[in-house]
């Protein structure tokens, strides 16, 4: 049985009061909090077994090295990959989605080929492509919404030719909540021979995935939003495209043979990992692993959508409030931006931090879409395994509050 | 602390009914002696924009309007500037801006004569919105730095 | 007064051992250890104010990215920079260099420009360059050394010329221990309008130092070589070029404006930070300057030296111990690489390890290096502002014990 | 654990004393059928490098050599395999090879007959240098994965 209460416990934070009331943190889309069990794994690596990896013949070389590739096999199981060399260790997605563009757009675009993204990508899915079409003289275009917030998946087809050779989507938008269909986007690319780029960084912590089965090509993904440790990032890739690709950063560790004149690159996946790695970060992730793989990420999935299906119900009462995204439950996550009234975002969040609620105000880096929304900001409640239907009745009452600090002068 | 503290009436009644707001009629303005000045900003993170025009004549601050849109701080800050700079000569203006930016940031305390600016103490204690309550200021400096290169360019010319 | 038995109580892995013997740690060029108040520092955030950084409005946040910028200020008091938005948080040197080369390499070179390095360098400092130069067509020049292991720094002045775009010098080799004469090279350097980057991974962690009086344009280093968390460098530019740089990652944090057509950049130094940056590794990083500071970098640089002076004429009495590098102590750091007879340096490190002694035996990332040493490997002793005379002592003695393995098949 | 344990007598003599040490002779390896096939291999991070030839007659390992540098255990594991390798068929050699990979990876254990192999039951126990102790495994592999496949191109051709 999911028993919220009991995995509160495992959260030294949740017992934080901010502003005098306890915390209710609702910003699990920026970064969610943490397990003692990450915790005290970064702070036993430091303290019994710290070392760097791959380069020591001692003990603690060893065991570190041991340890930091054991979360490599985690996160392949995780995600049902074939091989845990398809798992590459970043410091983030946003690190992640850039080695997909220089080491693989980079290097295999031409002039005229097209990518295709959606308009309600991270900026971290928008800006890479970006710099590369103005370097190589690609084309972007951005599949639009329907008006319920979801992709519109007949424009895909339209927008998609055989000049497409990415297409790139977020799995779940950071502010809709929209969950893509992944499949029928990767079915459409392949049969025009591109490749797939899906951003995970809010899927993945929330939806059961297996790579395989999906047959997407690159995904991108955060530690920091499932559980895991800050700085920590994964991108997942197949084999042979992997293969295939540039390193981003040259260095240490991503070599074979180096001389004056010329280097020889290490194999898949060292190759993108130049340099010394966050080893407590991923050490701590591969804990956070556990801990997500302990509850069941099936389970996971129907308390968020549990939750969420409270939330938007609750949120939807309220007077004067407008909520962006799909309705319908199955075609989204746990992520809600609204707006309230005339009231800016910002002042929204300073008010409910006064009653030690945390939720994001601003564009959440998604500008884009902001425009397509014709709105400037939004407010955006994001739930996570920790989160209870109780913080959102209180939530909604310090909602109903603002109204009359506005109407009062407080 | 106290939301009355944050959200003082004061600060509503700006945002509300802001002062000096819009623009500054072109007739007014086409002297070329004193030419329209403008200065934009925005806060990225927050979507606060501010939008300011102003007049110049004998260094002195003729007139000045704003727009723009955003939260309650940076718009009831912006009304609140207009009121305290109208008429002040530059110099003056940009020691009020120094001196309130110190205050914001913490070097420097409230003093009685400030007016409705001491409405922001409680905004002080929230360093997410103290660019919020700056912005209008930074965006005013700004065009008055950019005023006096102009003058200087024209000098030199 | 220096005590570093003191000291020794704040670094909790050093009560660890290691093959049933008393740890001994002199592998301090591949990372250092941690003191306490580092490790406590990053459980402290997890456990009290985890959030993510320059996004929130809510106290959390606040608090994490007043934590997280009052880092970049340390950093920038700890190496005397004029600004702390000369601070930008990378991932480690790796980065920091890979920075230089992709956002001002890759804009500013061109063909037939030349980039001076010395054959000491790091991969890291070569990597990137070999990558760059292949792309643009510049031609790399190397610095040779001098039979004591310091650079030739007659040849460099007749190697650099009016095409010499960049001249990259370790601060410290890694191997040889050399520190290398800075000043010389800006001042030469800068004489022909050429920009210095300074590889500072192994210089800034005992070397008190002044970027502002030296007259660097670039400097890189690592947290974890100087007690701070893995995952998290610096690079130090000076703010005039930093502002003509262009990123190295697309994303979020990193821009002011995104549209579907085009961004504009952040400010310096945030332009560098795409992507959720290492929160707890930059906080934890505070307390490593704070604990050198508190030590006083005058006072470790004086330890070292007395430390490896000692090192220095004890390993020189072992029968067939080759060291390499220099052996005037004024030219060079607590790094000491030898080689011990015909035995491999592997099975030097696996017989020292049996006794709890922590050292690296290979190339320590320096092929090329080791090409001109003619050896295809070493073994590398590295101390730090923790390791004692008794533990060199204690080295020495099972230094010598390998010839009896060796001899009577153990 | 004990050094003893790691550098056995029958280690440290294989790595005094090489077997199998040196290049095929080219008069023996110049007949058309049989090619001389060469194999190499290193490991970057400890500069360990084996570099094996070897003569394949009717499927069997005929003849085998190595040269290399490096540290004691890669050394004396090459010589090791030359001994016990030679006059194999190449299937029992793919065998033996995926059987010791596997022991040293810990998915199996060590047989009493594998003799000069049990010598390494300590070096099991060092993660850091089990990929010395099969570097001129994993070449050897190598080596008569690419012969095996020059000989499908052949028959294909
Ligand atoms: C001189 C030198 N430069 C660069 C590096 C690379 O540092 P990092 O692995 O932290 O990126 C190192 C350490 O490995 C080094 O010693
Ligand atoms: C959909 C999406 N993509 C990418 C990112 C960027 O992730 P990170 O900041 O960890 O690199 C985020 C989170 O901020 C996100 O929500």
Redesign the interface.
Known sequence: MYDVYKIRDDFPILKEKVNGKNLVYLDNAATTQKPLSVIDAIADYYKHYNANVHRGVHSLGVIATQEYERTRKKVANFIKAEDSSCIVFTKGTTESINLVAYGWGRKFLKEGDEIILTVMEHHSNIVPWQILAREKGLKLKFIPLKDDGTLDIESFYSLITGKTKLVGVTYVSNVLGTVNPIDNIVDAAHSVGARVLIDGAQGIPTIPTNVKSLNVDFLAFSAHKMLGPTGVGVLYGKREILEDMEPLLGGGEMIKKVSITDSVWADVPYRFEGGTPNIAGVIGFGKAIDYLNNLGMEEIFKYEKLLTTYALEKLSGIDGLTIYGPRDISLRSGIISFNYRDIHPHDVATILDQSGIAIRAGHHCAQPLHSVLGIPASCRVSLYIYNTKEEIDYLVESLERIEEVFRSGA | ?????????VI??HYQNPRNYGEIPYAYSSEGINPLCKSEG?N??????IYIQFLVKDNRLEDIRFTG?????SQASASIMTELVKGKSLEDVKTLIIRFKRIMEGEEDFTEDLGDLLAFEGVRK????IK?ALLAWEVLLEGIKKYLERQVERVNV
């Open positions: 602390m106290e939301l009355k503290e944050l959200y003082k009436e509503l009644d925005e990225p993170i927050c979507g606060d924009a849109t955003g939260c309650t701080i929230l360093p997410a919105r919020c």
